[in-house]
Every structure is written in C-alpha cells, then in structure tokens.
C-alpha cells in the first residue's frame, strides 16, 4: 500500500529521468503509455521505506539460529505496542547470513494530533526507517510545546519551512507521532547546540527495528543490495582484496567476514571521518584482517617507477586479486527518499569521477582478477553506460554474468532489475574468459 506522494524532485531532474528510463528498449517493448505508468510507480516507490529491514550476520563470530533467538526478544522489547505475531524474523531464502524483519505499515489510520512538529526531509526519512527525532532535524515546533507534550510528525518535503517557525501550512507528510522531550524555548534558543532525541517517536507510521547500539559485535544493519554486492565479488580467504570507496565500512567487513578475517582487505576513502567509522566497525565486528587508509581512489595507481613498497595507497598495478567499485553517485535509489533537492547539474555530474575510479580499478586489478562496479542510484548514465564505457574503453574486460558463488547459493541468480533492487552490479573479469 502506498501512503505517501512520489519523491519531490525539482521539474528538470524529473524530466530527464523520464526520458532516460523511456529509452528505446523499453518503448519498443511496452509503449510509451506503459513505461510512463512504470515510471510513476518507480517514483512512488522510491518515496517510501523497503518492505524489510535487512540485517547481516557477522557469520565469523556467531550463526544465523542464534542472532535470530536474541534478536527476536529484543525487537519484541522495543515494539511493545504492536501485535507479537506482527514481529517476525526471517532469513533470506538464498543469502545464508541475511535476517530480514517485514517492516510493519503504514499505519493510515494514526489520530493527528494538534500540536504539529515539523522536521526536514532527511529527518523524515530516518524516521520512517526508525529512528527517534533529532533535535537538529526539527525545522518547526508550536509556540505553547513542552516536554512531555504529544505531538504528530511531519516531513517538510519541499524544504520551504523556516527554521524556528511556531506554524508550517505548506506542503507537509505525516510521519508519526511522538512525545517530545523538550520545549519548543529550549530547541530554537540552543543556538544549534543541543544533541539528542528531541521528539520519541511512539507511533510511527511505519514500525521499523532501530539497531543502535544493538548486538553490535553480531549484527550490522545493511541494505540488501549492498549485501549482494560483496557475494557476487566471492572474496576467498587469503587473497588480497581493495575496497575503493569503503566509507561507512559495511562492504569491507563483508568481504573480511566472507574470508574468515584470513587474508588482507584494504579500504580506502579520502573523506577522514568515513575512514573513522571504518575503523570502528571493523572493531565493532572483532575483524583483525582490514588496513584502513584516508586516501583519494583517484590517485590509488602509483606512477609508473614511483613505488616505495609501503604498506598503503599508491599501489603498483596488479596488486589485488579482486576489486570492489561502490562508487560515488546521485543515490536516487536510496530509500525512504521523499524529497531530492538536487539541480540536474548535480544529478549528472559523477560521470566523469567515476570513470576515473573504473581506471585506476583496472590497473590495479591482477591478470584473472574479478571486478564488481556498483551503485545506489537508477540513472542509466551511472550504470548500463557506465558498463558500455568500460567494455569498450579496456578489452581486457569481459562481462559476465551476475551469479551468486555457487557453493552457497545453488541454482541462484541475481536478476538487474536496476530500478528496483537500487543497485546495478557488474561482475568483470581481467586477462582471461571464466
């Protein structure tokens, strides 16, 4: 059921998302009247939240069976106020360290209530996935609010709402309702100081597990296409492995779980406090096998001659085994995302960027290495043309097709259905025809 208006994009972005996904193909197949129904859909689809909350099991500590037995009781804690046989905890049928938990909603039916919070859209988003809000998303709140007060949530999905406003009459999407933990005087007088919950959220419209803090040893909250991405790499203990682009981390403490921490995986991010949270999930995990490097994937290639067989970036070419590309990208196939404020300038610009990555993943590739590019957007310019590039730009690529390692997942195969799964996968090999 679909509770909430399409993601809000500005008219020149939609546009051009309208004519790149009415490509020829898909005309010729269903028809221009089809595609634009399709394409409808896709955007309503992408305003709310998936119909799971995915999980990974960190496998190298702790089996599936037993994460299920305590995490069914701590869900349990935290949603106390919807039905027990409404919480269930399921394990994805072809991915064996995957828990899935249906997200419940959405809760049409929730009373609104007179005192009416206002918070951004990012905000928003977080909620519908289960967070609490934050005292520095709240945009608005009533003039009489204290705390203790109940109130009902809205996301500002336009972003017209002016921060400290007593009232909001525009274009507003309930997302639940909450007690607040502080006055409305004590928000906007912090001078954006304060930290913390602001608004509890008690009845969301959407009931979603928040993992914070929880069995962090065990667990890692991860969306399932990004769990897919590192199955189809099929990292195998030993072998040296690079994650380009690894910040938050959840990619490269796949790969070292799926080795059995034997072996090295070395992650790169040229943003400091990424490389931060790495370090900290590979702690968090109890994986000894990571080398974590603040460092530009652009200049990842040490210049021809220029090598001093340190233990980071730059390295000599043919120095990994396989490669992992998560590259930077417009992230329209994040979800919940009900709002994308974005010019089409900014929608199109990683192109150029994230044929630079591709480069330097190649050089660094050995001979019958494997390759996986991927990425959290829907646009063909960052995906299928991205791809045709690198086909023709290296012969030593060959396509293959996306399969998940058949020791563990017989009979399987991962369809690319790139506008729905958020993610396009592009499984290449270097040298050799597998």
Not at 226 to 253: F, Y
Request: charged share 20%; with cysteine; glycine share 6%.
């Amino acid at each position: 059921m679909l509770m909430f208006p399409k993601i809000h994009l500005k008219p020149e972005v939609e546009t051009y998302l309208r004519s790149v996904f009415k490509n020829k193909e898909l005309l010729t197949s269903l028809g221009s009247e089809v595609c634009d129904v399709k394409f409808e859909a896709l955007l309503r689809r992408l305003s709310h939240p998936p119909a799971f909350s995915s999980v990974r099991v960190n496998t190298s500590l702790v089996s599936v069976d037993h994460v299920k037995k305590l995490l069914t009781e701590e869900i349990r804690k935290e949603c106390k106020g919807c039905p027990v046989e409404d919480i269930r905890i399921l394990e994805h049928p072809k991915i064996p360290d995957v828990i899935l938990i249906p997200n419940i909603g959405p809760r049409e039916n929730l009373q609104r209530h007179s005192f009416e919070v206002i918070v951004g859209a990012q905000c928003g988003n977080a909620v519908l996935r289960g967070a609490h809000v934050f005292i520095p998303g709240i945009v608005s709140a009533p003039k009489l609010m204290k705390a203790g007060d109940i109130v009902s949530v809205y996301s500002d999905v336009h972003g017209e709402c002016k921060r400290g406003a007593k009232e909001y009459k525009g274009v507003k999407v309930f997302v639940g309702n909450g007690i607040a933990e502080l006055s409305r005087k004590e928000i906007f007088s912090s001078n954006g100081t304060l930290r913390g919950v602001g608004i509890r959220m008690t009845e969301p419209v959407y009931v979603s597990p928040s993992f914070d803090n929880l069995m962090i040893s065990f667990l890692f909250l991860q969306n399932l296409p990004s769990v897919v991405a590192s199955h189809v790499l099929d990292p195998k203990p030993g072998e040296r492995i690079l994650d380009m682009c690894a910040g938050p981390g959840g990619k490269t403490t796949h790969i070292a779980a799926l080795m059995n921490d034997t072996g090295e995986v070395i992650a790169i991010d040229k943003i400091a406090n990424k490389v931060k949270k790495i370090k900290q999930n590979a702690e968090n995990l109890q994986l000894r096998c990571t080398k974590v490097f603040c460092y530009d994937g652009t200049k990842a290639l040490a210049k021809e001659g220029i090598w001093h067989e340190q233990e980071g970036p730059p390295f000599p070419p043919d120095s990994f085994d396989r490669v992992l590309l998560d590259a930077p990208c417009s992230g329209l196939g994040q979800r919940p995302n009900m709002a994308c404020d974005w010019s089409l300038k900014e929608i199109t610009s990683y192109q150029p960027l994230q044929r630079m990555l591709f480069k330097v993943a190649v050089n660094l590739l050995k001979p019958g290495g494997v390759l996986v590019y991927s990425t959290c957007t829907i646009t063909l310019a960052e995906n299928e043309e991205q791809v045709a590039w690198a086909l023709s730009t290296f012969p030593c690529l060959q396509l293959h097709q996306q399969a998940f390692p058949s020791k563990q997942f017989p009979s399987s195969r991962l369809s690319l259905l790139h506008a729905f799964l958020n993610k396009v996968t592009l499984l290449q090999d270097k040298g050799i025809v597998i």
